[in-house]
T-cell receptor, first 114, second 115 residues
Framework: AQSVTQPDIHITVSEGASLELRCNYSYGATPYLFWYVQSPGQGLQLLLKYFSGDTLVQGIKGFEAEFKRSQSSFNLRKPSVHWSDAAEYFCAVASPQAGTALIFGKGTTLSVSS | DAGVIQSPRHEVTEMGQEVTLRCKPISGHNSLFWYRQTMMRGLELLIYFNNNVPIDDSGMPEDRFSAKMPNASFSTLKIQPSEPRDSAVYFC?????????????FGSGTRLTVV
């Protein structure tokens, strides 16, 4: 069965510093991979997704993620964090076969200090 | 497009009462999903529909939970009777297809409190 692990429950980063949020998945082949962001009191918004091809994918709001098959990882990065990036971030996985829904990790809460 | 619309935004009810959560997906989306979010368990998939037909309901906690999608523009999630452990934020999402290839659009959620 598919599963997603986000090892960090909470991360604090200084404004302007770089960010990396970790995500590891368990799946027999290469799954579809996603990062979503949730602001307080809101639903989830898609940041970026990976299906195949170039292992470095660009998303909205200056975020990028790198797929590493050998490590079963899909880490999210941003070179310079803004205070408005404070939110909860979710990694998700789906099987490329039709008819399966996204499975989410438990999320990482990002705090940004000034 | 107004996006995925959920109602109510907040619901407080007493244990044992029936609760109905509502969702209007984006027009033209063929797949609809119900997720539950809690601090302990994160985001759990409860059930999803494809073309109004339930495809996977293995995440529905127990018989007290039921979901319907009578047409392409409306779905309900019902809890009867409700219990305090059902307190959570319930999200509805819709997509052109289930596997995520087209992305999911989430509603703002219904925060349910059972006292």
């Amino acid at each position: 069965a598919q599963s997603v692990t986000q090892p960090d429950i909470h991360i604090t980063v200084s404004e302007g510093a770089s960010l990396e949020l970790r995500c590891n998945y368990s799946y027999g082949a290469t799954p579809y991979l996603f990062w979503y962001v949730q602001s307080p009191g809101q639903g989830l918004q898609l940041l970026l997704k990976y299906f195949s091809g170039d292992t470095l994918v660009q998303g909205i709001k200056g975020f990028e993620a790198e797929f590493k098959r050998s490590q079963s990882s899909f880490n999210l990065r941003k070179p310079s964090v803004h205070w408005s990036d404070a939110a909860e971030y979710f990694c998700a996985v789906a099987s490329p076969q039709a008819g399966t829904a996204l499975i989410f990790g438990k999320g990482t809460t990002l705090s940004v200090s000034s | 497009d107004a996006g995925v619309i959920q109602s109510p935004r907040h619901e407080v009810t007493e244990m044992g009462q029936e609760v109905t959560l509502r969702c209007k997906p984006i027009s033209g989306h063929n797949s609809l999903f119900w997720y539950r979010q809690t601090m302990m368990r994160g985001l759990e998939l409860l059930i999803y529909f494809n073309n109004n037909v339930p495809i996977d309901d293995s995440g529905m906690p127990e018989d007290r939970f039921s979901a319907k999608m009578p047409n392409a523009s409306f779905s309900t999630l019902k809890i009867q009777p409700s219990e305090p452990r059902d307190s959570a934020v319930y999200f509805c999402a819709s997509s052109l297809a289930a596997g995520g290839a087209y992305g999911y659009t989430f509603g703002s959620g219904t925060r349910l409190t059972v006292v």
